[in-house]
C-alpha cells in the first residue's frame, strides 16, 4: 500500500480562498516533490524540497519540508479555477533513489 | 527536448496477451520509474531503475517484468496480461544525486478485455 498518507482526499475550493494539504510518512525522505496532473496527462512537478525545514515558493504555491523530514505540507493562496486537478506529494529516499507517491488531493470548484 | 516518451499511448489486450511498453528519456537522467495509476487512485511504483544495470521492485510488481535496455531506455512487460492490469501506466525519470525532480512521460492507457 501507500507509504505516503496524503489528505485531504478530496477538497472544494471558492474563488480567493485559500486552500492546503498535506502529506506524511513513518519514513523519512530526502526530497518531497509536489506535483499537478490534470485530466489525461501526466503529473507536472510544482516544487521540490531538498532540506528539512525549507520552504519554498512558485508563485501563489507554497510548499515546506517538514523538519521531522516525514511530512510536507502544500498552500495554494488565492485559489483560481485552474487549481482544479489532482495534486500528489511524493518522497525520494536517497538509497536507491526509490520515489513513492501520496494518494493525491483531488481539489474541485464548490458548485 | 522531448523529456520522457512513452509508446504507445493506447493499447488494447486480449487475456493472455503479452506486450510491452517502451519509455525513453533524452535528459541524461539515471534513475527510471513505472508506475500505474487506476481510475481516482494515486500512482503505484511497479518497478525502478536507479542507475542502469540496476532494476528493483516497487509495491505492485507482480505480472510485470522490466528491463533497463541502457541508460535512455526502460521497458515494461505484460508476460500474459490480465484484466486486473487495465490502467494508465506512467513511465518516469530523475537525474539523482542534487538533481531528483522526476519528470514524467504522457501515459499509456492500457485496457485488458
Known amino acids: 500500500g501507500q507509504q505516503l498518507n496524503q489528505s485531504p482526499q478530496s477538497m472544494f475550493i471558492q474563488e480567493g480562498e485559500d486552500v492546503s494539504m498535506n502529506c506524511t510518512s513513518s519514513?523519512?525522505?530526502?526530497?518531497w516533490l509536489w506535483y499537478k496532473q490534470e485530466p489525461g496527462e501526466g503529473p507536472v512537478l510544482l516544487i521540490a524540497?531538498?532540506?528539512?525545514?525549507e520552504l519554498t515558493s512558485n508563485g501563489r504555491l507554497t510548499a515546506q519540508f517538514g523538519i521531522t523530514r516525514k511530512d510536507s505540507f502544500l498552500n495554494i493562496s488565492a485559489s483560481i479555477p485552474s487549481d482544479v486537478g489532482i495534486y500528489f506529494c511524493?518522497?525520494?529516499?536517497?538509497?536507491?533513489?526509490?520515489?513513492?507517491f501520496g494518494g493525491g488531493t483531488r481539489v474541485l470548484v464548490k458548485p | 527536448n522531448a523529456g520522457v516518451t512513452q509508446t504507445p499511448k493506447f493499447q488494447v489486450l486480449k487475456t493472455g496477451q503479452s506486450m510491452t511498453l517502451q519509455c525513453a528519456q533524452d535528459m541524461n537522467h539515471n534513475s527510471m520509474y513505472w508506475y500505474r495509476q487506476d481510475p481516482g487512485m494515486g500512482l503505484r511504483l511497479i518497478y525502478y531503475s536507479a542507475s542502469e544495470g540496476t532494476t528493483d521492485k516497487g509495491e505492485v510488481p507482480n505480472g510485470y517484468n522490466v528491463s533497463r535496455l541502457n541508460k535512455r531506455e526502460f521497458s515494461l512487460r505484460l508476460e500474459s496480461a490480465a484484466p486486473s492490469q487495465t490502467s494508465v501506466y506512467f513511465c518516469?525519470?530523475?537525474?539523482?544525486?542534487?538533481?531528483?525532480?522526476?519528470?514524467f512521460g504522457q501515459g499509456t492507457r492500457l485496457t485488458v478485455v
Open positions: 511524493a518522497g525520494l529516499k536517497a538509497a536507491g533513489n526509490k520515489l513513492t
Open positions: 518516469a525519470s530523475l537525474y539523482g544525486s542534487m538533481n531528483t525532480e522526476a519528470f
Open positions: 519514513s523519512i525522505f530526502n526530497t
Open positions: 524540497l531538498y532540506k528539512a525545514g
